[in-house]
């Protein structure tokens, strides 16, 4: 009897949450590392966004282990939080709250304060100030994020062009 209900329910929940689930309109691999105040990770993992929202899924040897998901509120294995709590338990209190949405889309930061572009196409941002020492770069496969005064560091890397034989 036990079973049969452990049964239904599994099949009841797979039906409530499969017709719940975000379809996103990008989604791509990605060699992710992460160092902030809690979080560390360094392997591959999934970067999905449209809009309005962004997700980012982080394997270690294929399996799952933190989802991230930016949309009106944002939500990590120990909970959902909104963005300016996430930002400033996971970064740094004097960050904008849309931070890492930003950084995970490869847009703009700080209003796009202290931008620079390269002769190459790439974007530099370095922002400087008591509180941070912020040098973030996008283009060419790569987005590199890096505040040396608060030790954080955030870096996407194409998983196409690392893998790539010719």
Not at 35 to 60: C, M, N, Q, W
Request: charged letters at 30%; glycine letters at 6%.
């Amino acid at each position: 009897m036990q079973k049969f209900f452990i049964l239904w329910v599994s099949i009841l929940a797979f039906f409530f949450t499969g017709c719940s689930t975000k379809h996103y309109s990008v989604s791509e691999p990605k060699i992710i590392t992460l160092k902030t105040p809690k979080i560390k990770f360094a392997d591959t993992g999934y970067i999905r966004h449209d809009e309005t929202s962004v997700e980012v899924e982080l394997f270690t040897a294929g399996v799952a282990v933190e989802k991230i998901s930016i949309d009106s509120l944002v939500c990590v294995s120990s909970g959902c939080m909104s963005e300016e709590t996430f930002v400033q338990e996971y970064l740094n209190r004097d960050y904008p709250r849309d931070t890492m949405r930003s950084i995970l889309l490869g847009k703009d930061i700080f209003g796009g304060r202290g931008k620079e572009e390269m002769c190459d196409g790439r974007l530099f941002q370095f922002i400087r100030n008591d509180e941070m020492d912020i040098i973030y770069r996008r283009g060419k496969g790569e987005i590199y994020f890096k505040d040396r005064l608060n030790s954080l560091i955030v870096k996407i890397e194409d998983l196409k062009e690392n893998n790539a034989t010719e």
